[in-house]
Nanobody, 125 residues
Framework: QVQLVESGGGLVQAGGSLRLSCAAS????????MAWFRQAPGKEREFVAA????????YYADSVKGRFTISRDNVKNTVYLQMNSLKPEDTAVYYC??????????????????WGQGTQVTVSS
């Protein structure tokens, strides 16, 4: 099992940048596939980005491709989301998620059993 704690959210102007962090505790962080999701008010939680257990492969939603970068440090047990060129429509609560890696790729909320508490990102126009 793994416990996840996000940090790094805040208020930023459009065009600005933020870096979110997700610190994991528990055993064998390097065996987990990690992902970021987000949920805006009144909307479903949506996939943002994912990274495989070694960090060698990354996946992005079309809406963030080219602007966001997911990465991980398996020594520090932390996954990051670097967000550049932020837009007002990026405003949401951002959640870190984890699942044990089995070699497959997962993009839906239901496929990740472990979640953090979320961190608010607000982008002003």
């Amino acid at each position: 099992q793994v416990q996840l704690v996000e940090s790094g959210g805040g208020l930023v102007q459009a065009g600005g940048s933020l870096r979110l962090s997700c610190a994991a505790s528990g055993r064998a962080f390097s065996t987990y596939r990690m992902a970021w999701f987000r949920q805006a008010p009144g909307k479903e939680r949506e996939f943002v980005a994912a990274i495989n257990s070694s960090g060698g492969r990354t996946y992005y939603a079309d809406s963030v491709k080219g602007r966001f970068t997911i990465s991980r440090d398996n020594v520090k047990n932390t996954v990051y989301l670097q967000m550049n060129s932020l837009k007002p429509e990026d405003t949401a609560v951002y959640y870190c998620a984890a699942r044990y890696s089995d070699g497959n790729v997962y993009f839906t909320r239901a496929e990740y059993p472990y979640w953090g508490q979320g961190t608010q990102v607000t982008v002003s126009s």
